[in-house]
C-alpha cells in the first residue's frame, strides 16, 4: 500500500513537526453545578453500603462517597503524561475525556488530526475513528431486545437471520446462541486479511454480502472459551436488522446517539451515495475526522488512507469526539439512564426529562458474566471487558483499535469515574492502553505494586510449562493459517531465578507464580496483567491472558517455528549446493544410469524452486512490517508465487522419494553413481520432504486459498 503523502509534493518539502510539548485546543469548561446522588447497581466499596454513600456526596465526594479528582491537578497530570508519550512515540494527535459526578471534567485535544493543511484536534468537534468500542452500541441495542422479549439470549442466532445468513453445523453439534455471540465463545476461526477493512470504497460491500460471503468456519463446539470475532458481532448487528427490519447505522442513531444529542458520533463512512450501501457520513462531519498516521524514521509522519469498515459496522465502524464518549460514559455510569439537568438552560422553566437508554437490569448485565471464570481474568460481561484497576477496582469498557487509531474506554462505578481516549497513530497503542489505570492510579492509589522476584521452585516444575503454544484467535486453513502459525506463537520458557517467560514477534515478558508454582497462575513483573494455564491434565494444556480475547494451546515439533525456520535454512543449503555440484562436476567423467539422470534433473528443477520460495517467502515476510500493507494488499502476488513454487518442489518430493530404491539397486559400478553422492540425494530428498510436510502443516502450500 502507498499511503497518502504529508504534503501535496511528498516528502520533497519539509513536513510540519509535532512540538515537544502538548497542544491543547480547548481549555477546560466550567464545571456543572453537581446534580443529587444516585443509587447504583454497582455494589459500593465494602466500606460503604448505598445509603452511606448517598448520604456521604457532598461538595468534593463522588456519589459513591470517594474523593472527586480536582480537575487543574488531572489537567496538569494529563498534559505531562500524553505529552511525555506522543514525543516518545511519535504520536500525531490524541483526544481525551473524562467524567465524573454526571459531568465532564476534563476534555482535551493534543497535537494534529492533519498535517495538510495543519488542522487541530478539536475535543468537541475531531472525530477519532474508535474501532471496537462500537461494539458497546451493539450490546446495548442487543440486550434492549432481549429485555424487551423480541430475542431470548439462550435461543440460536439462526432464529434471527435470514436463511442465507444462518449458521451451518459444519459438523459440529450445538448451535451458536446468542450468548456465545456477547462473550465471543460461538467457536469461529478469525480471518482477517484481505477483507476485514478496505481501503478502497469501490470494494465495500453491504453487510448482508459480506457475512454472507466471508464467513469463518467454526472450528469448535461453542462456550467452550473466548475467542475475540468480529464476525460474531456483525452477526449480532445483522440480527438486530431482521428483528427491527431497519437498517444498522438507522438503529443506533433513533435508540442512542439521537436521543443523547451525541451529533458528532456516527456510524457511517464518508463515502459517495451508492444503492446498496449505508447513507455516507454528513459532509459536516467528515470535513472533521481525523486523518489516521504511521511514522516511520525516513518519511516522519504518514497520512494513511480512511479504513472503511461499514460491511461489519456493528464491529467497529463508528467515529466520535471525545465530548461525545464523555456524555456516553456518563450514561453507562447512571446505568442507562441520562439525566441533562445540567445542561438546562437557565430560561428554561424546567430541568429537561431524564432519558433512559437502557434499563437496571441491562445495567447489572453489563457487570455480570454469563460464564464463570478465573479471577483476575476479564469475563466478557454481556460483551463488555472488564479491567483491573488499581486498589483492587474492577473497571468496565472497551477497547478499541484500527490499522491507524487506538482507543480506549473504562468507566469505574466505584469511582464515578469513566475515562476515553484515543489516538490517531499506529504507534499509539501502549498509551491508548494504559492511561485510563494510570490515572486511576494516580489519584486514587495505591499504584499496582507487580512483583519482582522469580520463585527457586518454578525451576522444579518448569516442564510443566515450558513449550511452544499457538493462539486461537487465527485463520485455520490456507495462506492466513500459515501468517497465523508466524504471528500467533508463544514460546514459553522458565528462567534460572525462577521466572515464567514468554516470548513472541511482539516481545517478551516476565512471569512470577501466583502461589503454587505448579497451580498455574502468574502475575506479571511489569503491570497488572495475568496468565491463567489449564492444568487439568496435570500439565499445562493452554492459557488465557488478563483481556481474555485468545486462548493459547499448547502444540507439537511440527508447528513451532524453530522447527520451520531450521528446515528451510537446511534446504535452501542443501538446493544451493546441488546447483554447485551442478556446475562444478566434470560431465565427461559422470557415471549414471538414466533413472539416476532424470532423478537428478527433478533434484535440480526441485533446488531451483525451493530457492524461489525461500527468497519470495523471506521478502514477504521482510514487507509484513506494514501491517496496512499486509490487510489491504492480501495476498499479494509475491506470496502466491512463492507458495506455488513450494507446492510444486513438494510435489516433486514425491518422485524422488519413489525414485530412491532404484538409485540404490540400479546399474553396474563403472556406470553408477558412487556411494556419496547416492547417500547426498537421499538426504537432500528426506529434507526436501520434511520441510514439505511442514509447510503442509502451516498451510503454506495453497496457493489458491487467497
Known amino acids: 500500500m502507498l499511503a497518502a503523502a504529508l504534503c501535496p509534493t511528498g516528502a520533497a518539502q519539509a513536513q510540519p513537526a509535532l512540538p515537544d510539548a502538548p497542544i491543547p485546543y480547548q481549555a477546560l469548561a466550567k ?7 444516585r443509587p447504583r447497581a454497582a455494589t459500593p466499596p465494602p466500606s460503604t453500603t448505598a445509603a452511606a454513600a448517598e448520604a456521604a456526596a457532598g461538595p468534593g465526594l463522588t456519589a459513591t462517597g470517594v474523593a472527586a479528582i480536582d480537575p487543574a491537578r488531572l489537567e496538569a497530570y494529563l498534559d505531562g503524561v500524553i505529552g511525555s508519550a506522543m514525543v516518545r512515540d511519535r504520536i500525531a494527535g490524541v483526544t481525551v475525556s473524562v467524567v465524573q459526578n454526571d459531568q465532564v471534567i476534563f476534555k482535551k485535544g493534543y497535537g494534529h488530526a492533519s498535517l495538510a493543511p495543519l488542522r487541530p484536534v478539536d475535543p468537541d468537534r475531531t472525530l477519532f475513528r474508535i474501532g471496537s468500542i462500537s461494539k458497546t452500541f451493539t450490546w446495548i441495542l442487543l440486550m434492549n431486545e432481549i429485555q424487551a422479549g423480541r430475542v431470548r439470549i439462550d435461543a440460536p442466532i439462526n ?16 448451535p451458536i446462541q446468542v450468548s456465545h455471540l456477547l462473550d465471543h465463545t460461538p467457536g469461529f476461526e478469525d480471518r482477517v486479511l484481505g477483507q476485514l ?8 460491500r453491504p453487510m448482508a454480502q459480506y457475512l454472507r460471503q466471508e464467513r469463518p468456519r467454526r472450528v469448535r463446539e461453542p462456550g467452550q472459551f473466548p475467542t475475540y470475532s468480529n464476525y460474531g458481532v456483525g452477526l449480532a448487528g445483522q440480527a438486530l436488522v431482521y428483528v427491527s427490519g431497519q437498517p444498522f447505522e438507522e438503529l443506533v442513531e433513533q435508540k442512542i446517539t439521537g436521543p443523547l444529542g451525541m451529533t458528532r458520533t456516527t456510524f457511517r463512512e464518508p463515502h459517495p451515495p451508492r444503492q446498496g450501501i449505508p447513507a455516507p457520513m454528513a459532509p459536516s462531519l ?7 498516521f504511521r511514522w516511520s524514521p525516513a518519511e516522519g509522519f504518514e497520512a494513511r488512507p480512511f479504513e472503511y469498515l461499514g460491511h ?13 464518549m464523555a456524555r456516553y460514559m456518563i450514561v453507562l455510569l447512571n446505568d442507562g439512564v441520562y439525566r441533562p439537568a445540567a445542561e438546562t438552560a437557565p430560561e428554561e422553566a424546567a430541568p429537561r426529562p431524564a432519558l433512559t437508554i437502557f434499563g437496571p437490569t441491562t445495567a447489572r448485565a453489563f457487570r455480570t458474566p454469563l460464564r464463570p471464570n478465573e479471577a483476575g481474568v476479564n469475563d466478557w460481561p454481556h460483551g463488555f471487558i472488564t479491567y483491573p484497576l488499581p486498589g483492587d477496582r474492577k473497571g468496565y469498557g472497551h477497547a478499541g483499535g484500527t490499522l491507524s487509531f487506538s482507543s480506549n474506554m473504562v468507566v469505574a462505578p466505584e469511582l464515578d469515574l469513566g475515562v476515553f481516549i484515543s489516538v490517531n497513530t499506529e504507534n499509539g497503542a501502549a498509551l491508548a492502553s494504559e492511561l485510563p489505570a494510570q490515572l486511576v492510579a494516580q489519584f486514587y492509589g495505591p499504584a499496582m505494586a507487580p512483583p519482582q522476584e522469580g520463585d527457586p521452585d518454578l525451576g522444579r516444575v518448569a516442564r510443566l510449562y515450558e513449550g511452544h503454544y499457538l493462539g486461537t484467535r487465527r485463520a485455520y486453513v490456507g495462506l492466513e493459517r500459515f501468517v497465523g502459525f508466524i504471528l500467533s506463537g508463544v514460546s514459553v520458557q522458565v528462567s534460572r531465578d525462577g521466572r515464567l517467560i514468554t516470548s513472541r514477534l511482539a516481545g517478551t515478558q516476565t512471569w512470577v507464580p501466583e502461589g503454587d508454582p505448579a497451580a498455574g497462575r502468574f502475575a506479571s513483573t511489569t503491570g497488572p496483567d495475568r496468565l ?3 492444568m487439568s491434565g496435570g500439565k499445562a494444556s493452554a492459557f488465557q491472558g488478563t483481556y481474555n480475547d485468545v486462548r493459547f494451546q499448547r502444540v507439537g515439533l511440527w508447528s513451532r517455528p524453530t522447527v520451520l525456520a531450521w528446515l528451510a535454512g537446511l534446504s535452501a543449503v542443501a538446493a544451493i549446493s546441488t546447483l554447485v555440484g551442478l556446475a562444478l562436476r566434470n560431465r565427461r567423467d559422470l557415471r549414471q544410469t538414466q533413472i539416476q539422470s532424470q532423478a537428478s534433473l527433478v533434484q535440480t528443477i526441485q533446488a531451483v524452486l525451493w530457492l524461489l520460495a525461500l527468497g519470495l517467502f523471506a521478502t514477504w515476510i521482510m514487507g509484513a512490517s506494514d501491517t496496512a500493507q499486509v490487510v489491504y494488499a492480501w495476498p499479494g502476488a509475491r506470496l502466491i508465487l512463492a507458495s506455488a513454487c513450494a507446492l510444486v518442489a513438494s510435489v516433486l518430493t514425491i518422485v524422488t522419494l519413489a525414485a530412491l530404491l532404484s538409485i540404490w539397486r540400479g546399474g553396474r559400478r563403472l556406470d553408477s553413481w558412487p556411494v556419496m553422492r547416492k547417500v547426498a540425494f537421499t538426504a537432500t530428498t528426506l529434507l526436501y520432504a520434511a520441510f514439505a510436510v511442514v509447510l503442509f502443516h502451516w498451510g503454506a502450500l495453497t496457493p489458491w486459498s487467497s
Open 286 to 292: 467528515a470535513r472533521d475526522l481525523s486523518e489516521g
Open 532 to 534: 491463567v494455564f489449564d
Open 197 to 204: 477493512m478496505e481501503r478502497n470504497f469501490d470494494r465495500e
Open 312 to 324: 461489519l459496522a456493528p464491529a467497529g465502524s463508528a467515529s466520535s469526539t471525545a465530548a461525545d
Open 31 to 37: 464545571p456543572a453545578p453537581r446534580p443529587a446522588a
Open 159 to 174: 432464529l434471527y437471520l435470514p436463511e442465507a445468513l444462518q449458521i451451518r453445523d459444519q459438523g459440529f453439534t450445538q
